[in-house]
Structures are given as C-alpha cells and as structure tokens.
C-alpha cells in the first residue's frame, strides 16, 4: 500500500513565523502535492513537483515555497504566517494520475 | 471562481437510499474525471473516475454518470449504508495530468 505520512496531524503557530510542513511517500511517486483544504472551497492547489528539485506553482502559491531535495520528501513552508493560512494542509504523491492523500496538518496560525 | 461546481453541499439520506451528487464543468479540454471520498481525519482516497468517451460506469455500489454535452457528470451511491457517510469531491483534469481541479466537496450522511 502507498503510504503518504505527514510530519504533524495539528501544529498553532504564531503570526509571523516560519512554518515548515514536511511529507514523506514510500512508493517512489515521481510527484509531489500540496494542497490546502477549507469548507466550501474543496481542495486547492499550492504547488507541486514533478522531479527533485523541480517544483511548479498551483493555483494559490502566494504566501507559501516548497523544498523537494529528495524523491521522498516535499516540504511546504510558510515563510511569514499569517491568520489567512489557518487550514488544513494535505499532500500528496501520484504515479500517473492517481493522487494518494497524507491525513493532513490541520494548522492554526493566531 | 470555481472551474468545477459541485452540489448539493450537504446531504442526509436514509439507508438504503440512493444519494446522487452533481458536478459541472466549463474547460472542455477537461477529459478526465475522478471521484475521491475522504473520511474524517483522514485524506481523501480516490473512489471511482471516468473518461468522457462512456457514458456511465459503476464500480460496486458506485457509479458515475456522465453527460458530454451538458458537461456534467455525478455519482449516484446504490444501497446506502452508514459507513458511506464521508465527504466526497469530484475533479477534473486534462489527460490525468498534475492540476487536478476538485469541487468544493459534499458531506453524506447516510442515517441508520
């Protein structure tokens, strides 16, 4: 089975810290997502990376980077959060479409 | 703005019912089409998807129907049962690509 883990299930922050959220995929998926979950807008997506150190904007990457330095591992950061950046966070890693889904960062920023 | 619309946002049916969730779709360069449930606390797991080339396809108690020329598509659940209350999403993307477009999902409750 493909397992997609999560570094943490709930992480508070404060306004103007940097965020680090780290995913890690066991099936050498060459890609990689980041996906932000809120109520009433489904999923969107932040960035993804389709090779190691290679990465592409989604649909709202402002605010957020990402890091891909191995197969494995995609990490997103929030340089500066802010109160806006209170989700939940899912990544997840895909062969040939087929997306597979971490549990997700519930992450709250005050 | 929303590429893909998705309702109702909620639903409560009775077990054994037949819920049906819609979605559509404006980007007819879309031409993939994959349903995910996701549980709480966990992620969502892919359920079911189609290509616009068939009409329907059914996967156990699953089955998507899909209309070309309306550009819509749904997922009707046969035989309800508790176990599928969840949140589901419909998607689309071009050629199974890496931008999958989800809606804006609709939380199932199936009453005992």
């Known amino acids: 089975d493909v397992k997609v883990t999560q570094s943490s299930r709930y992480l508070v922050k404060r306004t103007g810290e940097k965020v680090f959220l780290e995913c890690v995929q066991d099936m050498d998926h060459e890609n990689m997502f980041w996906y932000r979950q809120d109520p009433g807008l489904g999923l969107r997506l932040i960035y993804f990376s389709y090779d190691v150190k290679m990465k592409e904007k989604g649909d709202i990457p402002e605010g957020y980077s990402v890091s891909r330095e191995k197969k494995e591992r995609f990490s997103l950061i929030l340089e500066s959060a802010s109160t806006n950046q209170t989700s939940m966070y899912l990544c997840?890693?895909?062969?040939?479409?087929?997306?597979?889904f971490g549990p997700g960062t519930r992450l709250t920023v005050l | 703005q929303q590429q893909v619309k998705q309702s109702p946002q909620s639903l409560i049916v009775q077990k054994g019912g037949i819920p049906i969730i819609n979605c559509a779709y404006e980007?007819?360069?879309?031409?993939?089409f994959p349903w995910y449930q996701q549980f709480p606390g966990k992620g969502p797991a892919l359920l079911i998807a189609i290509r616009p080339d068939v009409s329907e396809k059914k996967e156990g108690r699953f089955t998507i129907s899909f209309n070309k020329s309306a550009k819509q598509f749904s997922l009707h659940i046969m035989d309800s049962q508790p176990g599928d209350s969840a949140t589901y999403f419909c998607a689309a993307s071009i050629q199974r690509g890496n931008k999958l477009v989800f809606g804006a999902g609709t939380i199932l409750r199936v009453k005992s």
């Open positions: 980007n007819t360069a879309f031409d993939y």
């Open positions: 997840a890693s895909s062969l040939i479409g087929q997306k597979f």
